[in-house]
Every structure is written in structure tokens, then in C-alpha cells.
């Protein structure tokens, strides 16, 4: 019994860590992780039918709009 807790431990440890450490994001064109943000909500809008013509299937229509918004 003593093994299963301590691998449930070691488990919850090794996972816990890397939900616990992650700040919140900004979008940015400045800083890789904002970039990166960035990209996959306008991927995501791009492939959308309820957005506008200009930015369907145009991922850079969709980046620019967002840094606008």
C-alpha cells in the first residue's frame, strides 16, 4: 500500500508543479508565448464560418484584428 500512495504522490507532485507555474498569458507580437497565444486563437477564428470573408482561411487578417481588439 505504501508503494501506491507514494507513486500517487510522486505522480500529483511531478504534474502539480506545471499547472501551478503557468501565468497568465497576453496576446503580444513582442514575446514568444503572447505570439503563440496569438496564433492559436486566430487559427482557430480563421477556420470559423461566422467571421468575416477577409479572414477566413488568413491567419495574419486574424492576428492583426485580434492586436487590434
Request: aromatic share 8%.
Amino acid at each position: 500500500m505504501s508503494q501506491t500512495t507514494t507513486l500517487e504522490t510522486l505522480q500529483t507532485q511531478a504534474v502539480a508543479p506545471r499547472q501551478r507555474d503557468k501565468a497568465p498569458v497576453a496576446m503580444s507580437f513582442f514575446n514568444m508565448d503572447g505570439f503563440e497565444l496569438m496564433q492559436r486563437i486566430a487559427k482557430a477564428f480563421s477556420q470559423a464560418d461566422l467571421v468575416p470573408k477577409q479572414y477566413q482561411g488568413n491567419l495574419p487578417n486574424c492576428m492583426i484584428a485580434l492586436d487590434m481588439a
